[in-house]
């Protein structure tokens, strides 16, 4: 199934957003309405609040006062903290439970207004913010809620920035405007992503990707984009996966590229990719046939040395390429020297984005961009290789410590 987080700040028109996508076939779960669940009288919750700050935090009806409980915490991060401690895993639990007995083909919606302060968006193949100016939300409280101004930024500075939630997003809805205005957007985003990327993942297939070679000038937001992938990737198998580098062009400031997100997935050993296999098709990277070695470079001519294990995105609207490598392999070691010499040398990168361009004016009205890659292949041995091994040794370069 396809589990989608959703989160925005306060004001945010988060609410909206779960609603439509219900409507549309999601299947919603809605952390606020668990957290209240889960304290209702005699469950584990209430007991638990009650021992931590006391029966006071009960009504004559041995409900919990949640105004009582709330002046309690609000502004004391220990008290805060506490609370969390008592609630937060009780709602996992349950939207873990919700979310288990869902239709393998669902799309799965995990309204979770603190997504981001606490850290969950590994645990889901997208991350969808809800997103509104700050003076937008701070009118809407006072308007629609009757707060005032100190009181509704009080509950904004509580929540996380706006810069860090967008920054966690893999999807923005743009709430500035009408109502119908997101509608039209969650629409969107439903049929044009959601629903396909579900298909794929159900099916265990990539998402199709058309067109030739078209390089952009680098995307500063694309590392930010890795970082969140690995994240994901990383999470998915923690005792077998070292580690998750980026890699490719766009992981080089300054190199123009594809939109296509690389990412170098650090294994024990090839069994270890195999393993994994199935793990990272949950994850959302089903596994391609027919890419499973490097052309071998002249440092290592055992080709033992350069198999892999390639898959790629299920989702339709972020293509990503991971190359699953055996640590301390030569096409493991290619791969990060390749990027490091980039980074580090003008000349290097000069040379090899001339030589990107060259060949994506030359494959432009090409329907895909196999042509492109295969043309690439013999400047990485003839090219490449002898200039960066130079570089290597002069520098005394070694993987990065990220790097097992």
């Known amino acids: 199934m396809l589990k989608i987080g ?21 299947v919603l779960v809605d952390a606020d309405a668990l957290a209240r669940e889960v304290v209702e ?14 029966e006071g935090m009960l009504d004559a009806d041995g409900r919990l006062d949640r105004a009582r409980l709330g002046a309690a915490v609000f502004g004391n991060p220990e008290r805060l903290a506490a609370l969390n401690a008592i609630v937060h895993p009780l709602v996992r639990a349950r939207a873990a439970a919700i979310t288990a007995a869902a ?26 913010v809800v997103d509104a100016p700050d003076g937008v939300r701070l009118q809407r409280m006072q ?33 500035s405007g009408t109502v119908q205005h997101l509608l039209d957007q969650v629409d969107r985003l439903w049929d044009e992503r959601l629903v396909p990327f579900a298909h794929n993942l159900a099916a265990g297939e990539r998402a199709p990707r058309n067109g030739g070679p078209v390089l952009e000038p680098h995307r500063e937001d694309w590392e930010q984009q890795a970082a969140r992938i690995a994240a994901r990737l990383a999470a998915a198998a923690p005792d077998l996966i070292l580690a998750v580098d980026h890699i490719g062009s766009t992981s080089v400031p300054g190199l123009a590229a594809k939109d296509v997100i690389d990412l170098q997935v650090a294994v024990p050993d090839l069994e270890a990719a195999a393993t994994v296999a199935p793990l990272l098709a949950a994850a959302g990277f089903p596994a391609v046939r027919g890419a499973e070695s490097d052309t071998p470079k002249p440092n290592a001519p055992d080709p033992s040395q350069w198999r ?3 898959h790629a995105n299920a989702d339709p609207c972020r293509a990503v390429n991971l190359h699953v490598r055996p640590a301390g392999s030569a096409g493991w070691r290619y791969a990060l020297m390749f ?6 040398d003008a000349s290097a990168l000069e040379l090899y984005g001339s030589h990107k361009a060259d060949l994506a004016r030359r494959f432009a009205g090409s329907s895909t961009t ?16 002898p200039r960066m091994s130079a570089w290597a040794e002069a520098t005394g370069w070694e993987p990065p410590s990220s790097a097992p």
């Open 6 to 26: 959703l989160t925005g700040g306060i004001a945010s028109g988060k609410s909206v957003v779960a609603a439509r996508l219900r409507e549309r076939g999601a």
């Open 41 to 54: 009288p005699g469950t584990e919750g209430l007991r638990h609040i009650a021992a931590e700050f006391g």
């Open 103 to 128: 239709p393998g083909d669902a799309v799965v919606v995990q309204d979770i207004p603190l997504l981001v302060e606490t850290g969950q968006g590994s645990s889901f193949h997208l991350v969808v």
């Open 143 to 175: 308007e629609l809620r009757g707060m005032t101004a100190e009181a509704a930024r009080a509950r904004m500075d509580a929540q996380a920035t706006r810069a860090d939630r967008l920054a966690a997003a893999d999807a923005v809805l743009d709430n």
């Open 308 to 310: 892999k294990r390639f």
């Open 339 to 344: 990027r490091d010499w980039l980074r580090n």
């Open 370 to 385: 196999r042509a492109y890659a295969d043309a690439k292949e013999p400047w990485f041995t003839d090219v490449a290789w």
